[in-house]
Each structure stands twice: as structure tokens, then as C-alpha cells.
């Protein structure tokens, strides 16, 4: 039962708006539980898959090394790699979904303050600052995204020559295909803007 504050025997948890507001903020709180869970485990997962890339990367390169035996470390590398890679896409969904419904939450308070200002000045706000510029370029739910760049990027120095070795015949037709393909894209961008632009200038019907 709700209860006006001149009430004698109001407390908060017969105010609509108290409990309004401890609803939203346990709310984030819990999404915010969830966001430290799932970086806590991708944190702990691609430290020890970077010390197991670092230590076989180190084995790989002792003198003794057969040519055999390389190309098998440099596919138990790719092997890690790969790995990294799918372990920082399975948490990033997550990681954005816990960011939405942060957001969701926030701005549904936010949006019941505007309608009644004098909330704003009667509760405490609801989270902390407001996101920044960095906070919108690189969010929370982006952060697995610079592991995968990473592992990427390891993948391509481990196995650059057998990329190179593999590609070099079929060079020329990959030059062909992709100037093809830009050429295309080019005409079809244009086709589309000359399209639109007639259409601007056709007169409009009136009924």
C-alpha cells in the first residue's frame, strides 16, 4: 500500500519512488556483478592461453628444432590462437548484453526524473558519471575484441609464410578479382546516387 510522507506511519518501503530506485539500482548492481564475472574469466583464459602461446613459442625456437617438428609447433600456436579467438567472441555477446540492460536501466530512471524534477534533488543518482568519449569507444563489451585483434594478428606472424607460400600462385587472380569487385562496388554506389538524385527532383503528386 502506498503512503504519502505526512503520513505517521510512512517508512520507504511504502514509497513508490524509494522503491523504484532501490529496484533499478539492485538491478545494475547485479548487471554489474555480471560484467566483473565474465572479465574475471576473460582475463584468467587468455593469460594462461598467452603463457602456454609464450612457452611453446619459446620451445619452437631452440636450435634443435627439427623442420618437422616447427611446422607442428607452428599449428599447436594457431591452435591457441584460434582458441583466444573464440573465447573473447563468446564472452563479448554477453559482456554487450549486460550493457544494454545497464543502459535500459539507466535511462528509465533518468527518464521518470525528467518527468518529475524534484526526484533528482530527493534521491541520490542512480550510477556514476555519465559515459565519456572513451567510454564510447572503447566500452566494456569491446574489450575481448582487442584479444581477438591480438591473436589475429599472432596468427598472421606464425604462419605468414605458409599464407604467402599458398596465395603466391593464385596472386594475380586475387589482383583481378579484387579490382573487379571494386570497380563493381564503384558503379553500383554511383548507379545508386544518380538514382537518387533524379528521384529528388521528380515533382511530387498532390492528391
Same mark, same amino acid.
Given at each position: 500500500?502506498?503512503?504519502?510522507?505526512?503520513?505517521?506511519? %510512512?517508512?520507504?518501503? /511504502?514509497?513508490?519512488?524509494?522503491?523504484?530506485?532501490?529496484?533499478? *539500482?539492485?538491478?545494475?548492481? /547485479?548487471? !554489474?556483478? @555480471?560484467?566483473? /564475472?565474465?572479465?574475471? %574469466? @576473460?582475463?584468467?583464459?587468455?593469460?594462461?592461453?598467452?603463457?602456454?602461446?609464450?612457452?611453446?613459442?619459446? #620451445?619452437?625456437?631452440?636450435?634443435?628444432?627439427?623442420?618437422?617438428?616447427?611446422?607442428?609447433?607452428?599449428?599447436?600456436?594457431?591452435?591457441?590462437?584460434?582458441i583466444g579467438i573464440l573465447v573473447g567472441l563468446y564472452i563479448q +555477446?554477453?559482456?554487450?548484453?549486460?550493457?544494454?540492460?545497464?543502459?535500459?536501466?539507466?535511462?528509465?530512471? !533518468?527518464?521518470?526524473?525528467?518527468?518529475?524534477?524534484?526526484? !533528482?534533488? +530527493? /534521491?541520490?543518482?542512480?550510477?556514476?558519471?555519465?559515459?565519456? %568519449?572513451?567510454?564510447?569507444?572503447?566500452?566494456?563489451?569491446?574489450?575481448?575484441?582487442?584479444?581477438? #585483434? #591480438? %591473436?589475429?594478428?599472432?596468427?598472421?606472424?606464425?604462419?605468414?609464410?605458409? &599464407?604467402l607460400n599458398a596465395i603466391n600462385p593464385y596472386l594475380s587472380i586475387i589482383g583481378i578479382i579484387t579490382l573487379g569487385? =571494386?570497380? #563493381?562496388?564503384? @558503379? =553500383?554506389?554511383?548507379?545508386?546516387? &544518380?538514382?537518387?538524385?533524379?528521384?529528388?527532383?521528380?515533382?511530387? +503528386? *498532390?492528391?
Open positions: 500500500m502506498i503512503k504519502h510522507r505526512d503520513d505517521p506511519d %510512512w517508512d520507504e518501503f /511504502h514509497d513508490i519512488e524509494i522503491t523504484n530506485w532501490k529496484r533499478v *539500482r539492485s538491478a545494475m548492481e /547485479h548487471e !554489474n556483478e @555480471l560484467v566483473n /564475472h565474465r572479465l574475471t %574469466w @576473460l582475463l584468467s583464459s587468455q593469460a594462461f592461453l598467452f603463457a602456454a602461446f609464450a612457452l611453446t613459442f619459446q #620451445a619452437s625456437t631452440k636450435v634443435d628444432v627439427k623442420p618437422d617438428q616447427k611446422v607442428f609447433y607452428q599449428f599447436v600456436l594457431s591452435g591457441f590462437a584460434f +555477446r554477453p559482456l554487450r548484453t549486460a550493457e544494454i540492460q545497464h543502459d535500459k536501466l539507466r535511462d528509465w530512471w !533518468n527518464k521518470s526524473i525528467e518527468e518529475n524534477p524534484d526526484r !533528482n534533488v +530527493r /534521491h541520490p543518482p542512480i550510477c556514476g558519471e555519465s559515459p565519456n %568519449w572513451r567510454d564510447r569507444f572503447l566500452p566494456q563489451s569491446k574489450f575481448p575484441l582487442v584479444f581477438v #585483434a #591480438a %591473436w589475429i594478428i599472432f596468427t598472421f606472424v606464425i604462419l605468414g609464410n605458409i &599464407i569487385s =571494386v570497380g #563493381a562496388l564503384g @558503379l =553500383v554506389s554511383f548507379g545508386a546516387m &544518380i538514382g537518387r538524385r533524379q528521384l529528388d527532383k521528380r515533382p511530387s +503528386r *498532390r492528391l
